[in-house]
């Protein structure tokens, strides 16, 4: 028996120094039966852990039941079998693993964070936050707890309060890819709330935390389109038209850019200017992957045409506004000009100027109708 209490002496001391398939291999040379029970709680427990970091998580299974035989009453081999069925995405048995602690030990933090993270696996999420509180009372100085709290507030568009849960996990020494991850995503989804109630100077602060903690050399697509949109909407115009071309450079056929970046270049290029022609490339393409949708994208791409002197393809353009929308009166003014000129032959970027004047091209953003998204694409 003193060989066996030995090995099991040194594997341990390899496992603690994460010498994991040393001390693996030491453990497989050990024979329970030469064990009292004692140690055979200490053996087959460690041999569990040793399995979870390895990812066996169903022979980490098997010793932590082995562990519950000799020991019945543990909370440790109770609270380590509802981890490893959690791992197996057994989350009913988890969660009644994790209730044997919690019977016996009501505060016990590590029981409820399995808990509640069990409970947010099976969408029980008033009851996952629930539980993860419990556990903040019980130590509110454990960053883990305020992690799964901020996922289960995420999934239930609590994003305020999932951003000072991070916060707090934060200020505890909770950092890395998870946590910027997570950080960002909930700016984000923070600042599309304040981006709908039209409130931009919030929302754009939002986004711009939501960059800074996500991947810099990929950052997301949606959250550069809206943080341009916002600088669109504020009258930040240079930053905003820098945005909608980096946009554009990732991805040419996202329409939401196309749409609004078109919009925003028809109302403000000069007659014949490139910024009319990239009006026109945007306008262009947004129209052809959701054709006859939006009446103020047709409309705009008349405009951008007309700003060419492309007169005939403007005319098309505004028919087209019309019949998604009969009652678009700016479409209606703009085809009574152009139609009644084409008709004439006397079409001139003169009188055009005229009509645009009269148009409602020069109002902000915010009252154009694209105040929100067009959509993810």
Same mark, same amino acid.
């Given at each position: 028996m003193v060989q066996m209490v030995d090995r099991m002496g040194t594997a341990n001391e390899l496992f603690k120094r994460d010498r994991l398939s040393e001390a693996l291999?030491?453990?497989e040379t050990i024979d329970e039966a030469a064990l009292n029970e004692v140690h055979i709680y200490g053996f087959v427990n460690n041999k569990g852990a040793l399995f979870m970091r390895l990812g066996r998580y169903a022979d980490a299974l098997r010793c932590f039941e082995r562990a519950l035989e000799v020991q019945p009453g543990s909370l440790e081999a109770a609270y380590n079998k509802g981890i490893s069925l959690r791992s197996l995405g057994r989350n009913?048995?988890?969660l009644q693993a994790f209730s044997v602690v919690t019977d016996q030990e009501p505060e016990h933090y590590a029981g409820l964070c399995g808990t509640a993270d069990a409970q947010t696996a099976l969408?029980? #999420?008033?009851?996952?936050e629930a539980s993860a509180t419990k556990a903040l009372q019980a130590q509110p100085n454990e960053r883990r707890a305020y992690m799964i709290r901020a996922m289960v507030r995420l999934r239930v568009s609590n994003f305020l309060g999932a951003i000072s849960d991070l916060e707090d996990a934060q200020r505890l020494g909770y950092e890395g890819k998870e946590f910027d991850e997570a950080y960002s995503i909930a700016n984000s989804l923070q600042g599309d709330v304040l981006l709908k109630e039209n409130q931009y100077a919030e929302a754009r602060k939002y986004y711009e935390k939501a960059l800074v903690h996500g991947d810099s050399d990929n950052p997301h697509i949606n959250l550069l389109f809206h943080l341009a949109f916002t600088d669109l909407a504020l009258g930040n115009t240079e930053e905003a038209e820098?945005?909608?071309?980096?946009?554009?450079?990732?991805?040419?056929h996202f329409y939401s850019a196309n749409a609004?970046?078109?919009?925003? #270049?028809?109302k403000s290029a000069k007659m014949g200017s490139p910024e009319a022609r990239e009006a026109v490339a945007c306008l262009t393409k947004a129209s052809a992957a959701k054709p006859m949708s939006n009446a103020e994208v047709e409309f705009h791409l008349?405009?951008?045409?007309?700003?060419?002197?492309?007169f005939e393809k403007a005319a098309n353009a505004f028919h087209k506004a019309i019949e998604v929308d009969p009652n678009h009166q700016g479409a209606r003014d703009a085809i009574t000009v152009v139609e009644g000129q084409l008709a004439l032959n006397v079409v001139s970027s003169k009188s055009f100027e005229v009509l645009l004047a009269k148009l409602p091209l020069r109002k902000p953003l915010r009252n154009t109708g694209f105040l929100a998204p067009f959509g993810s694409r």
């Open positions: 291999d030491i453990y009913e048995q988890a969408d029980m #999420l008033e009851e996952a820098k945005g909608m071309r980096q946009v554009l450079s990732i991805d040419p609004t970046f078109g919009t925003h #270049l028809a008349g405009v951008a045409h007309v700003k060419l002197e492309e």
